[in-house]
């Protein structure tokens, strides 16, 4: 059986980002039509999903990949505003992240040395922070 399943994906797009995220719409779209009370929201998930199947069966390769490019350009400011933040968040236990009141930089002081000068790399100006 696996063997067929390989041979029938051959030639075929598969999975992409832009697969991920329709996937994620029609399930969105499957809650919300949970509790509305008309059924377009559930036409619109069933689209969304035939969409993303025939995507991932198609075999016109170039042409989702075209398109996977475009949806990773449209949403190339989105998802590296959310990277920084999710680096931010992971740096929060080991690191203190102040603003210099000067400039506004971003400064990382490591936790646990006490109160310490911190002078910033951009602007020179000094200021006293608990580590």
């Given at each position: 059986?696996?063997?067929?399943?390989?041979?029938?994906?051959?030639?075929?797009y598969?999975?992409?980002?832009?697969?991920?995220?329709?996937?994620?719409?029609?399930?969105?779209?499957?809650?919300?039509?949970?509790?509305?009370?008309?059924?377009i929201?559930?036409?619109?998930?069933?689209?969304?999903?035939?969409?993303?199947?025939f995507?991932?069966?198609?075999?016109?390769?170039?042409?989702?990949?075209?398109?996977?490019?475009?949806?990773?350009?449209?949403?190339?400011?989105?998802?590296?505003?959310?990277?920084?933040?999710r680096?931010?968040?992971?740096?929060l236990?080991e690191?203190?992240?102040?603003r210099?009141?000067?400039?506004?930089?971003?400064?990382?002081?490591?936790?646990?040395?006490?109160?310490?000068?911190?002078?910033?790399p951009k602007?020179?100006?000094?200021?006293?922070?608990?580590?």
């Open positions: 059986m696996k063997d067929k399943f390989i041979r029938f994906m051959q030639g075929r598969g999975a992409d980002q832009l697969g991920r995220f329709l996937s994620g719409v029609s399930v969105a779209l499957l809650v919300v039509s949970l509790f509305a009370r008309t059924q929201w559930f036409v619109l998930a069933v689209a969304v999903l035939v969409y993303n199947y995507r991932m069966f198609s075999r016109n390769i170039r042409k989702r990949y075209e398109e996977n490019q475009r949806y990773l350009s449209l949403t190339a400011g989105i998802r590296q505003a959310f990277a920084r933040k680096s931010e968040l992971s740096q236990k690191y203190h992240i102040y210099c009141p000067g400039c506004k930089q971003k400064i990382r002081i490591p936790r646990g040395r006490g109160r310490i000068e911190i002078r910033c602007c020179g100006a000094t200021f006293v922070k608990k580590s």
